[in-house]
Protein backbone atom coordinates (compact mmCIF):
# COMPACT_ATOMS: atom_id res chain seq x y z
CA UNK A 1 0.00 0.00 0.00
CA UNK A 2 1.10 3.51 -0.80
CA UNK A 3 1.62 5.83 1.77
CA UNK A 4 -0.13 9.33 1.35
CA UNK A 5 -0.89 12.01 3.87
CA UNK A 6 -2.25 11.34 7.09
CA UNK A 7 -6.12 10.54 7.15
CA UNK A 8 -7.77 13.14 8.95
CA UNK A 9 -10.93 14.15 10.30
CA UNK A 10 -11.63 18.30 11.15
CA UNK A 11 -14.65 19.86 13.10
CA UNK A 12 -15.44 23.97 11.94
CA UNK A 13 -18.07 25.70 13.07
CA UNK A 14 -19.67 29.30 11.43
CA UNK A 15 -18.49 32.27 13.43
CA UNK A 16 -22.45 32.99 14.72
CA UNK A 17 -22.12 29.60 15.95
CA UNK A 18 -25.17 28.10 14.06
CA UNK A 19 -23.32 26.17 11.35
CA UNK A 20 -21.27 22.94 12.00
CA UNK A 21 -19.06 21.20 9.72
CA UNK A 22 -17.34 17.85 10.24
CA UNK A 23 -14.92 17.21 7.08
CA UNK A 24 -12.43 13.61 6.68
CA UNK A 25 -10.02 12.80 4.67
CA UNK A 26 -9.62 8.87 4.25
CA UNK A 27 -7.41 8.14 1.26
CA UNK A 28 -4.99 5.47 3.41
CA UNK A 29 -8.25 4.10 4.97
CA UNK A 30 -9.59 3.01 2.35
CA UNK A 31 -6.32 1.80 0.47
CA UNK A 32 -6.69 0.17 3.33
CA UNK A 33 -10.04 -1.36 2.73
CA UNK A 34 -9.17 -2.51 -0.59
CA UNK A 35 -6.12 -4.23 0.65
CA UNK A 36 -8.10 -6.18 3.07
CA UNK A 37 -11.29 -6.88 1.13
CA UNK A 38 -9.95 -7.11 -2.03
CA UNK A 39 -12.81 -5.69 -2.89
CA UNK A 40 -13.50 -4.44 -6.75
CA UNK A 41 -13.63 -1.02 -7.90
CA UNK A 42 -17.35 -0.13 -7.04
CA UNK A 43 -17.25 -2.22 -3.93
CA UNK A 44 -14.56 -0.14 -2.66
CA UNK A 45 -15.91 3.23 -3.61
CA UNK A 46 -19.02 1.86 -1.32
CA UNK A 47 -16.76 0.89 1.73
CA UNK A 48 -15.22 3.93 1.40
CA UNK A 49 -18.35 6.21 1.53
CA UNK A 50 -19.63 4.40 4.19
CA UNK A 51 -16.16 4.53 6.44
CA UNK A 52 -15.96 8.30 5.81
CA UNK A 53 -19.75 8.55 6.88
CA UNK A 54 -18.78 6.19 10.11
CA UNK A 55 -15.97 8.12 10.94
CA UNK A 56 -18.20 11.10 11.35
CA UNK A 57 -20.46 9.71 13.33
CA UNK A 58 -17.97 8.24 15.50
CA UNK A 59 -16.50 11.49 16.38
CA UNK A 60 -19.65 13.12 17.26
CA UNK A 61 -20.32 10.42 20.01
CA UNK A 62 -17.52 12.10 21.62
CA UNK A 63 -17.43 9.81 24.81
CA UNK A 64 -14.67 7.43 25.67
CA UNK A 65 -14.98 4.09 24.53
CA UNK A 66 -17.99 5.08 22.56
CA UNK A 67 -18.54 3.32 18.96
CA UNK A 68 -21.48 3.49 15.91
CA UNK A 69 -22.55 0.65 13.83
CA UNK A 70 -23.64 1.40 10.23
CA UNK A 71 -25.36 -1.40 8.71
CA UNK A 72 -26.59 -0.79 4.79
CA UNK A 73 -28.46 -4.08 3.51
CA UNK A 74 -29.98 -3.00 0.38
CA UNK A 75 -30.46 -6.50 -1.28
CA UNK A 76 -27.59 -5.49 -3.99
CA UNK A 77 -24.95 -7.54 -5.37
CA UNK A 78 -22.16 -6.65 -2.77
CA UNK A 79 -24.76 -7.72 -0.09
CA UNK A 80 -24.95 -6.50 3.88
CA UNK A 81 -22.35 -3.74 4.54
CA UNK A 82 -20.89 -2.57 7.52
CA UNK A 83 -18.90 -0.10 9.05
CA UNK A 84 -18.02 0.29 12.92
CA UNK A 85 -16.23 3.38 14.29
CA UNK A 86 -15.48 4.74 17.37
CA UNK A 87 -14.69 8.57 19.21
CA UNK A 88 -10.83 7.69 19.42
CA UNK A 89 -10.71 7.84 15.56
CA UNK A 90 -10.39 4.38 14.73
CA UNK A 91 -13.06 2.64 12.02
CA UNK A 92 -13.22 -0.80 10.24
CA UNK A 93 -15.43 -2.13 7.60
CA UNK A 94 -16.63 -5.36 6.07
CA UNK A 95 -18.70 -6.85 3.49
CA UNK A 96 -20.59 -9.81 2.36
CA UNK A 97 -19.36 -9.69 -1.12
CA UNK A 98 -16.70 -7.53 -1.37
CA UNK A 99 -15.40 -8.60 -5.36
CA UNK A 100 -19.12 -8.15 -6.72
CA UNK A 101 -18.85 -5.41 -9.30
CA UNK A 102 -21.33 -3.79 -11.86
CA UNK A 103 -20.50 -1.78 -14.92
CA UNK A 104 -20.18 1.79 -15.04
CA UNK A 105 -23.32 3.84 -14.49
CA UNK A 106 -24.44 4.83 -18.14
CA UNK A 107 -22.96 8.51 -16.60
CA UNK A 108 -19.92 7.45 -16.62
CA UNK A 109 -19.70 7.23 -13.12
CA UNK A 110 -19.35 3.98 -10.35
CA UNK A 111 -22.76 2.37 -10.41
CA UNK A 112 -22.83 2.12 -6.21
CA UNK A 113 -26.21 2.71 -5.98
CA UNK A 114 -26.79 -0.84 -7.80
CA UNK A 115 -23.87 -2.82 -6.12
CA UNK A 116 -25.74 -1.83 -2.83
CA UNK A 117 -29.35 -1.57 -4.26
CA UNK A 118 -32.44 0.22 -2.24
CA UNK A 119 -34.28 -2.54 -1.15
CA UNK A 120 -33.33 -2.73 2.80
CA UNK A 121 -32.26 -0.42 5.18
CA UNK A 122 -29.53 2.11 6.66
CA UNK A 123 -29.42 1.48 10.59
CA UNK A 124 -27.38 3.18 12.63
CA UNK A 125 -26.48 2.06 16.55
CA UNK A 126 -24.86 3.91 18.80
CA UNK A 127 -23.50 2.73 21.93
CA UNK A 128 -22.16 4.69 24.87
CA UNK A 129 -20.91 1.50 26.64
CA UNK A 130 -23.17 1.95 29.22
CA UNK A 131 -27.21 1.33 29.31
CA UNK A 132 -29.06 0.80 26.07
CA UNK A 133 -27.62 1.52 23.11
CA UNK A 134 -29.62 3.52 20.57
CA UNK A 135 -30.55 2.68 17.13
CA UNK A 136 -32.13 4.73 14.76
CA UNK A 137 -33.04 3.10 10.90
CA UNK A 138 -34.00 4.51 7.68
CA UNK A 139 -35.08 3.03 4.19
CA UNK A 140 -32.67 3.19 1.79
CA UNK A 141 -33.17 5.93 -0.76
CA UNK A 142 -30.39 5.43 -3.58
CA UNK A 143 -27.88 2.94 -2.06
CA UNK A 144 -25.30 5.60 -2.97
CA UNK A 145 -24.74 6.06 0.72
CA UNK A 146 -24.24 10.18 1.02
CA UNK A 147 -28.59 10.10 0.26
CA UNK A 148 -29.33 7.55 2.46
CA UNK A 149 -27.03 9.18 5.69
CA UNK A 150 -28.85 12.36 4.89
CA UNK A 151 -32.60 11.19 5.00
CA UNK A 152 -31.13 9.28 8.35
CA UNK A 153 -30.07 12.70 9.74
CA UNK A 154 -33.14 14.03 9.10
CA UNK A 155 -35.81 11.39 9.87
CA UNK A 156 -34.52 9.76 12.66
CA UNK A 157 -31.89 12.50 14.14
CA UNK A 158 -34.39 15.43 12.74
CA UNK A 159 -31.21 17.85 12.37
CA UNK A 160 -31.68 19.55 9.23
CA UNK A 161 -27.97 18.81 7.60
CA UNK A 162 -26.55 18.21 3.85
CA UNK A 163 -24.11 15.06 3.59
CA UNK A 164 -21.48 14.71 0.57
CA UNK A 165 -19.52 11.08 0.64
CA UNK A 166 -16.92 10.46 -2.45
CA UNK A 167 -14.72 8.13 -3.61
CA UNK A 168 -12.32 8.81 -6.50
CA UNK A 169 -10.97 5.11 -7.30
CA UNK A 170 -8.90 5.09 -11.14
CA UNK A 171 -9.12 2.82 -13.61
CA UNK A 172 -6.06 0.33 -12.26
CA UNK A 173 -8.59 0.29 -8.76
CA UNK A 174 -5.83 2.76 -7.31
CA UNK A 175 -7.53 4.57 -4.46
CA UNK A 176 -6.83 8.17 -5.95
CA UNK A 177 -8.79 10.58 -3.06
CA UNK A 178 -11.85 9.74 -0.35
CA UNK A 179 -13.68 11.61 1.82
CA UNK A 180 -16.92 13.32 2.87
CA UNK A 181 -18.23 15.98 4.99
CA UNK A 182 -21.58 16.66 7.21
CA UNK A 183 -22.99 20.22 7.10
CA UNK A 184 -25.84 20.89 10.30
CA UNK A 185 -27.69 24.04 11.33
CA UNK A 186 -27.06 23.71 15.02
CA UNK A 187 -30.73 24.72 17.38
CA UNK A 188 -31.18 28.20 17.97
CA UNK A 189 -30.46 30.14 15.18
CA UNK A 190 -32.74 33.25 14.77
CA UNK A 191 -32.86 32.97 10.76
CA UNK A 192 -32.47 29.03 10.48
CA UNK A 193 -34.35 29.73 6.50
CA UNK A 194 -31.98 32.44 5.59
CA UNK A 195 -28.85 29.74 6.91
CA UNK A 196 -29.84 26.83 5.30
CA UNK A 197 -30.46 28.82 1.88
CA UNK A 198 -26.72 30.27 2.47
CA UNK A 199 -25.35 26.58 3.13
CA UNK A 200 -27.55 25.00 -0.05
CA UNK A 201 -25.87 28.09 -2.21
CA UNK A 202 -22.26 27.33 -0.64
CA UNK A 203 -23.03 23.20 -1.90
CA UNK A 204 -24.04 24.26 -4.98
CA UNK A 205 -21.11 26.51 -5.94
CA UNK A 206 -18.52 23.63 -4.51
CA UNK A 207 -17.43 20.65 -6.48
CA UNK A 208 -17.43 17.21 -5.52
CA UNK A 209 -15.88 16.62 -2.11
CA UNK A 210 -12.56 14.18 -3.50
CA UNK A 211 -12.41 17.36 -6.15
CA UNK A 212 -12.28 19.93 -2.91
CA UNK A 213 -9.43 18.05 -1.40
CA UNK A 214 -7.35 16.81 -4.30
CA UNK A 215 -7.25 20.76 -5.25
CA UNK A 216 -6.81 21.88 -1.24
CA UNK A 217 -7.63 19.09 1.64
CA UNK A 218 -9.80 20.15 4.49
CA UNK A 219 -8.90 23.16 4.30
CA UNK A 220 -10.41 23.53 1.20
CA UNK A 221 -13.82 21.29 2.09
CA UNK A 222 -13.93 24.13 5.04
CA UNK A 223 -13.58 27.68 3.11
CA UNK A 224 -15.55 26.46 0.36
CA UNK A 225 -18.54 24.68 2.76
CA UNK A 226 -18.32 27.78 4.95
CA UNK A 227 -17.51 30.25 2.56
CA UNK A 228 -18.69 33.71 3.63
CA UNK A 229 -19.26 32.37 7.63
CA UNK A 230 -16.02 33.01 8.93
CA UNK A 231 -15.14 29.35 10.13
CA UNK A 232 -13.63 28.52 13.06
CA UNK A 233 -11.83 25.29 13.10
CA UNK A 234 -12.57 23.70 16.83
CA UNK A 235 -10.68 20.51 15.94
CA UNK A 236 -8.59 18.49 13.93
CA UNK A 237 -7.24 14.87 14.47
CA UNK A 238 -5.75 11.68 12.91
CA UNK A 239 -8.14 8.99 12.11
CA UNK A 240 -7.27 5.04 11.05
CA UNK A 241 -8.41 1.86 10.13
CA UNK A 242 -8.04 0.01 13.13
CA UNK A 243 -9.71 -3.24 13.95
CA UNK A 244 -10.66 -4.46 17.26
CA UNK A 245 -9.94 -8.16 16.99
CA UNK A 246 -7.75 -10.26 18.74
CA UNK A 247 -7.23 -13.94 19.93
CA UNK A 248 -8.66 -13.23 23.26
CA UNK A 249 -11.86 -12.23 21.60
CA UNK A 250 -12.08 -15.01 19.01
CA UNK A 251 -11.72 -17.58 21.73
CA UNK A 252 -14.66 -15.00 23.88
CA UNK A 253 -16.92 -15.58 20.98
CA UNK A 254 -16.34 -19.24 20.38
CA UNK A 255 -17.22 -20.03 24.23
CA UNK A 256 -20.26 -18.29 23.74
CA UNK A 257 -21.48 -20.65 21.35
CA UNK A 258 -23.56 -23.88 23.03
CA UNK A 259 -21.99 -26.12 24.64
CA UNK A 260 -23.17 -28.93 21.86
CA UNK A 261 -21.60 -27.19 19.05
CA UNK A 262 -18.73 -26.55 21.52
CA UNK A 263 -18.25 -30.54 22.06
CA UNK A 264 -18.66 -31.18 18.45
CA UNK A 265 -15.76 -28.80 18.10
CA UNK A 266 -13.31 -30.20 19.86
CA UNK A 267 -14.42 -33.92 19.05
CA UNK A 268 -13.59 -33.18 15.71
CA UNK A 269 -10.03 -33.04 16.83
CA UNK A 270 -9.01 -29.99 14.36
CA UNK A 271 -7.38 -26.71 14.79
CA UNK A 272 -10.04 -24.15 13.94
CA UNK A 273 -8.92 -21.64 11.33
CA UNK A 274 -11.08 -18.46 12.41
CA UNK A 275 -10.59 -15.32 9.89
CA UNK A 276 -11.29 -11.96 10.77
CA UNK A 277 -14.27 -10.05 9.43
CA UNK A 278 -12.72 -6.81 9.63
CA UNK A 279 -9.41 -7.15 8.86
CA UNK A 280 -6.82 -9.83 7.35
CA UNK A 281 -6.21 -11.07 11.11
CA UNK A 282 -6.53 -15.12 10.93
CA UNK A 283 -6.56 -17.13 14.20
CA UNK A 284 -5.80 -20.55 14.92
CA UNK A 285 -7.61 -22.24 17.43
CA UNK A 286 -6.72 -25.83 18.67
CA UNK A 287 -9.55 -28.22 19.99
CA UNK A 288 -8.01 -28.08 23.71
CA UNK A 289 -8.48 -24.87 23.89
CA UNK A 290 -12.72 -24.87 23.22
ZN1 LIG B 1 -9.83 -7.97 12.83
Known sequence: ???????????????????????????????????????????????????????????????????????????????????????????????????ADLPLAPNGKLNVGGLVGTDGFLSVVRDFGVGEPYTGYVPLVSGEIAEDFAAYFVQSEQV????????????????LETGGFLLSLLPGCPEPDRLAERLEENIKNAVAVTEMLHSGGLDAVVSRLLSGMSPRVLEERDIFYKCSCSRERTLNMLSSLPEPDRAELRSSGETLEITCDFCDAVYYIAPNEL
Not at 82 to 95: E, K, M
Not at 160 to 175: F, H, K, P, Q, R
Open 160 to 175: GSAVGLGALIGGDETV
Open 1 to 99: MSIHEQDKLIRAISGDGYASLTAVTTRNITARIREIHASSRTATAALGRLAAAACIMGEALKAQGASVTCVIDGKGPVGQLIAVADSAGNVRVSAKNPT
